[in-house]
């Protein structure tokens, strides 16, 4: 199923234009970005406030829940006082079980969106068995319900996005298709039918989930279905829950930027636990990465595509000690810049010595290998740690393994007898590498690329490799110069991060110059790694940005939990603010915190509710045994 214009050049999916106020979305015009208020919709001058602080930030559509029709009357008065003051942003309603809601909201904003999962739909975690008639007869009641808003949207001329949350399926969908992506897009599919069905085009979609694997494929198959069905509707684009700080960032690139890499998207939001006017930055920056894109190096045509990109295949590869093979993918730390590297130039890598106990402790985020270069160490390295050398610097000494040429790897049988890294890009497959490639299992390839559209030149190699039948382990290497951190965090996990997400690279290895720490550059690798769930090296909060709803201060309570419970690897917490998007959003967590009245918070096991309606100054400490008591709980050690 075609999904993208090209896998080889850069070319946006061409949507039709669909008019948002005084902006418009879609077809040639420029990636929109947008975000949500989080006060109280009754609360007009503190919305207002809030809503200028986001658009003087760069915010070109102003979201704001509506959850009844007291606050959707109320946007009247947010959208008046927001002209007075010489503000014509878009304002769209969020809407999510209340039609009546949304049927007054469209009479005044310029877009509402709406939620399939929950509006008209019936979510109330029951498994029903549908048969054909029942379920037909379920979309009859939804297209009599829906009906309503769709004519008044068009009357008015008031744009709508069918927005698909992937923790928000309704039990209809699930009983059919299960917690898929597949169940997303149908999900919306069925909404959009209906529209079509009325000539109302004014529509935008997206596929939102936390897991970024997820939201990728769904939106690969949105769009292959519309392409399917001869439509070409505009797409929002958003991981859902991101979280805060640097994981936040980081798995919102890795999702929002894989699909703007393929040319799909035409607005974007970036769903941070922070305050809504720093989140624009954060998508400024994302979008920046592409700016001239469209005029990169050529890379030669696809004739044969084995990627799985709808559903998550591990490329297979031959296991060389501990790359490849069912082995998570490596970090391969850069010291070779170094002027000296001593022992202490380890601890930026996550290898820790301790002189009283005279031994190395390594973090859960220690760098497997690292890359010396021509330096010589003089000092005893972790065990676990590989060193990487020169190929010249290698032959003097024949310690660690050798980084080669793919012309030293042809031309010399002088090799090590474990590990032999051999440095490729694209320009160098040929015949006769790959006739040893096939026969040596000692070979890792580290590949790079020079292209401006270097993730798509990438992806070609790993194509080359998979349709010559090369299972060589492969590390996905990436250099940078001269980045502020903050835009490295988000060009690399872009970079990386959309191979990964579609089976690809054993390993990654991100080559930094003057571009921040070693210690950044090492939590970065991790983190995309975590991002692209490849790798779990951590702590996942799966945390809303807040909004009206909330029913208690997210950024806060966030810190705390996250301040209790970061040593817990590869343990997952949905901490939500309020009961719509919170046990679907979920749905992959292993606990969740949820907001459920105010002042109350309802504590659940995976998608069970275990304590309900706490006492807010006593949730966090319910939660921590609640973690312990299904044995989920370590203590901190002052190591960790």
Known sequence: MKYCNLLNKYSRFKTREVKVGNIVIGGDNPIRIQSMTTTSTMDTEGTVAESIRMIDAGCELVRITAPNKKEANNLQQIKDELKKRGYNTPIIADIHFTPNAAEVAAKIVEKVRVNPGNYADKKKFESIDYNDESYNSEIDRIREKFLPLVKICKSQGTAMRIGTNHGSLSDRILSRYGDTPKGMVESAMEFLRICR???YHEIILSMKASNTRVMVQAYRLLVAEMIKEKMNYPLHLGVTEAGEGEDGRIKSAVGIGTLLADGIGDTIRVSLTEAPEFEIPVAKKLLNHFDGIEEHEDISPISKNPLSQFEYKKRVTNEVLNIGGGNVPIVMADLSLKDKIT???????????????????????????????????????????GIIYNYKKWQEHKKGYPLLTVNDYLDNSKLSPKLNIVYMCLEDVNNEVFLKLRKDKTAVLLIDTYNSNGFAEQRKLFIELMINDISTP??????YNDLPE???????????????LDGLGDGIFIAAKNCGSIQTINSLGFGILQASRTRISKTEYISCPSCGRTLFDLQETTAKIRKETDHLKGLKIGIMGCIVNGPGEMADADYGYVGTGKGKITLYKEQDVIEKNIPEKEAVQSLINLIKKYGDWVEKTSLS
């Open 197 to 199: 069905d009325e000539d």
């Open 343 to 385: 022992a202490a130039s380890l601890f930026g890598i996550g290898s820790n010595y301790s002189v009283p106990l005279d031994k190395w402790h390594l973090n859960d985020m220690a760098a497997d290998y690292v890359f010396v270069g021509n330096h010589n160490l003089d000092f005893e390295v972790p065990g676990t740690l």
């Open 486 to 500: 903050d835009q490295l965090q988000l060009s690399a996990s872009i970079d990386l991060g959309g191979l990964l």
């Open 474 to 479: 492969v590390i996905i290497g990436r250099s």
